[in-house]
């Protein structure tokens, strides 16, 4: 099963918003009921949080022959030579289908920084503007993760759809109102804000919470001064 953009940012705080990010700790040690001294030597009894439920429960590939559940897996693991095999019994719309937890391929090809699966999606027609369960683009994963391989990718393949597709993209806002900058700008990505503010994104674009790049970022840092 594909693991969540929310899942992996307790790995990399730098996709999370503030909220969500400061949220997360808390929410993982309330997870688990609390013991008493005496039971020092027994196991934590987890009890599943409300919003803990398995989507893949309720998810059903609609793919022909579960093509897309082998390309979602390969995308993750970053097996391109599998995705490569796969993606011709694969129509767009397959390619392009949400999976269980809410990313596209193209999504976790770039939440991943695997730029070869990127590379493999893009050309078969996977769009650089594709919306994920929380409203990000892969740009924003991308940026997150500092992949400035997988950004320029992006960025490219933007380009080369025309009518301001790089504008679309690199100024896109995910549910939080963040731009693939302000997730470059926590993650101190300093390459990765570059190529975003060479590409157009805009210093002066605030989040749902009011926050610019570089209150994002880390105090002092090379990339707050760049993105002020």
């Not at 300093?190 to 009011?210: E, T, Y």
């Amino acid at each position: 099963m594909a693991l969540s953009r929310s899942r992996a940012s307790i790995i990399t705080l730098a996709r999370a918003s503030p909220v969500a990010a400061a949220a997360m700790p808390d929410a993982i040690e309330g997870a688990a009921a609390p013991m008493d001294d005496d039971d020092d030597d027994e196991p934590p009894t987890f009890v599943p949080l409300d919003d803990e439920a398995d989507p893949a429960e309720a998810w059903e590939d609609p793919s022909v022959g579960g093509v897309l559940t082998s390309i979602l897996n390969a995308c993750e693991l970053g097996d391109a030579d599998a995705l490569a095999s796969l993606l011709p019994s694969a129509s767009l719309s397959e390619i392009e289908t949400k999976g269980p937890d809410g990313d596209t391929a193209l999504h976790l090809a770039c939440l991943y920084g695997h730029a070869a699966c990127a590379r493999l999606l893009l050309s078969r027609g996977a769009s650089p503007s594709a919306r994920d369960g929380d409203d990000g683009t892969p740009l924003h994963d991308a940026s997150a993760g500092g992949f400035d391989d997988v950004v320029a990718l992006l960025i490219d393949a933007a380009a080369r759809a025309g009518s301001g597709g790089v504008d679309g993209v690199v100024r896109a806002v995910d549910g939080d109102g963040e731009t693939a900058l302000h997730c470059a700008a926590r993650g101190g990505h300093l390459d990765v804000a570059r190529a975003l503010l060479a590409a157009g994104a805009r210093k002066d674009a605030a989040s749902a919470l009011g926050d610019l790049a570089w209150q994002c970022a880390e105090e002092g840092s090379d990339v707050q001064a760049l993105c002020k």
